[in-house]
């Protein structure tokens, strides 16, 4: 009797194995779960012809996955993690820069909580955005492109249009009058010059 006919299930089973331990999975959800590790809410995606960026919620952290297709399956391969939101005026709770082989992108998600803010900025001088805030509704802004923090220039503004806090690394300024960076990007009120 001839054990040939075992041959192509056992390299179908071998190599479903290898790509099931290498994090690869039938959804963009189920394969970023993997990153994650603990059961999490999607409410948002920004889809690209080549993947997605998620924004997950867990029990203990905000979570942005950047999930690649590769044929039929999917596989995470970026992950930026947040704390839980703050409920300050606004929270960042997305946030992924990324260049892959087949494409760029930059996704970052703002939640409002302060009433006087109407309107999130967001963007380069050539590709900015302005979108309306509602209160404790996450807004998402999207880019084909992979941008830096800085590059974001994101402005919370009131309704006639007025700067009211901006995103930026914490400032502390030296005796020469000289910026150093001494911190993560927080929202900061606006403080008008004299």
Do not use: C
């Amino acid at each position: 009797m001839s054990w040939r006919w075992l041959r192509i299930p056992t390299a179908l089973v071998l190599v479903g194995s290898g790509l099931y331990s290498f994090g690869y999975r039938w959804s963009p959800l189920a394969a970023a779960s993997v990153m994650v590790g603990r059961p999490a809410h999607q409410w948002g995606a920004v889809r690209y012809p080549w993947g997605q960026v998620l924004l997950l919620q867990t029990a203990t952290d905000t979570r942005t996955e950047l999930v690649q297709r590769h044929g039929l399956l999917w596989r995470d391969t970026a992950d930026s993690i947040g704390g839980l939101p703050k409920h300050g005026p606004l929270d960042t709770v997305g946030w992924m820069s990324a260049t892959v082989a087949r494409g760029q992108t930059t996704v970052v998600a703002v939640t409002v909580w302060d009433p006087a803010i109407a309107f999130v900025a967001a963007g380069p001088p050539s590709n900015r955005r302005t979108r309306p805030a509602t209160v404790g509704k996450p807004l998402i802004f999207a880019w084909n492109r992979s941008l830096y923090p800085y590059q974001l220039n994101l402005l919370a503004l009131s309704k006639t249009g007025k700067p009211l806090y901006h995103y930026a690394m914490q400032e502390h300024r030296t005796t020469s009058g000289a910026i150093i960076s001494t911190g993560l990007f927080h929202w900061y009120r606006v403080t008008p010059h004299a």
